[in-house]
């Protein structure tokens, strides 16, 4: 068994903001289990040691120290297994020439794989910290942005937000999407943020959601945006948690509120819950019991009444599309939401926070208003 001798010239970076700016592809050396709590998005787990074999050195080191452990690590990575691991990050590299690759905390293990791969004559540069300097690089990003908002807030200082409200399904995820200097939080956070708006696939962990949250801020900031566009969120949305100090911050902004038809909102909600969404499952039976699943969860909120009758409305259309294949009766539970439900929160909530609007308008209108603001 041979230890690695280190170059004591082994290139690190930490320009982060370059990082993101550029998407330079990464290779994350740590475990899996590590890689799957919190990594960067363009991030691949390329792992120098697996969660067995991290969790018997990690032993070792608590109970005999340091240098048992970089021992037992060496002794555990076999050289068929060490050719292995370096197999991997040469492939990436080859496909990537771009590639940095990075550990923890930028050591050892980061060190190890950048040395190896040396030895076969692949140059790669390690960041500087590691994970843990590129995560608090992003961290004191988002203090930042709301450290400015709140400064000024109904300024016209440097940066600012302004809030799209509206009733639910009037479009205002439409909007987003048209604008440049917009943030999509529930894009990043994987959800639609209501009881209804989970995907058949996993939501970010709450670490991926910051990181990614504070990435598209930057690329925001870095492209000279004055005034930043958010969908009215709770500080929830599905499992994820917008930052507080960020919450509140982005909440001192300008309000536009879009004014959508409710026939217009039917047929919004009816694209985007109904024909949208069934491709996204496996069958349609899923999407179902996902759907009934969302509906039982608002049954106190509803009543027992108009939750069955939400139930049977949503049964019925299912059975209507199962035999004819048509949607057009998915709309009448979808008109009993929004109307009986949804709209009497949105009423409520309204009166219970007044805002301050700087303007109303339909979907076009919001869209144009929005868009001259983010060009001024």
């Known amino acids: 068994m041979q230890i690695t001798a280190f170059d004591d010239n082994l290139p690190q970076d ?32 390329l792992p120098l040691m697996n969660d067995a074999e991290r969790q018997q ?10 240098n048992q452990a970089v021992h037992l690590g060496h002794q555990l990575l076999t050289p068929t297994l060490r050719d292995e691991r370096i197999s991997s990050w040469q492939l990436f590299m080859e496909a990537n020439p771009r590639a940095l690759l990075y ?36 961290i004191d990003q988002l203090e930042h942005v709301a450290l400015q908002l709140n400064t000024n807030a109904h300024t016209n200082q440097s940066l600012s937000s302004t809030i799209i409200s509206g009733r639910t399904g009037a479009g205002k995820t439409l909007v987003i999407a048209q604008l440049n200097n917009a943030i999509d939080l529930e894009g990043l ?54 930052p507080m100090p960020l919450h509140n911050a982005i909440k001192k902004g300008n309000y536009v509120e879009l004014e959508t038809p409710l026939e217009q909102r039917l047929q919004i909600t009816l694209q985007e819950y109904v024909i ?8 349609l039976s899923s999407w179902q019991q996902f759907m009934q699943a969302a509906i039982n969860r608002i049954r106190k909120r509803l009543g027992g009444e108009r939750h069955h009758r ?67």
């Not at 050195?57 to 340091?66: A, D, N, P, S, T």
């Open 310 to 376: 939400v139930a049977t409305q949503f049964q019925q259309a299912c059975d209507h599309q199962q035999k004819t294949g048509k949607t057009d009766q998915h709309l009448a539970w979808i008109s009993t939401l929004l109307v009986e439900y949804y709209d009497p929160m949105y009423d409520y909530q309204k009166q219970k926070t007044p805002k301050t609007q700087c303007f109303k308008g339909n979907l076009a209108e919001v869209t144009q208003y929005l868009k001259a603001l983010g060009t001024a």
């Open 276 to 283: 949208s969404a069934q491709p996204q499952y496996t069958t």
């Open 103 to 138: 550990c923890f905390r930028g050591g050892m293990r980061s060190k190890i794989a950048q040395q190896w791969l040396k030895d076969r004559g692949y140059d790669i540069t390690r960041l500087k910290g590691g994970y843990k300097a590129f995560r608090r690089y992003l």
């Open 14 to 45: 930490n320009n982060f903001k370059s990082i993101i700016l550029n998407q330079t592809p990464l290779i994350d050396v740590r475990a899996p289990i590590e890689f799957q709590q919190g990594a960067f998005e363009t991030a691949t787990n």
């Open 189 to 242: 956070a994987h959800h639609r943020g209501s009881a209804f708006g989970g995907y058949p696939t996993p939501q970010p962990t709450q670490i991926n959601f910051e990181n990614q949250l504070a990435m598209a801020l930057i690329r925001q900031l870095e492209q000279g945006v004055h005034n930043l566009v958010f969908e009215d969120e709770s500080a929830h949305i599905g499992s994820v948690n917008i």
């Open 57 to 66: 050195v990690g032993l070792c080191y608590k109970q005999q120290g340091h």
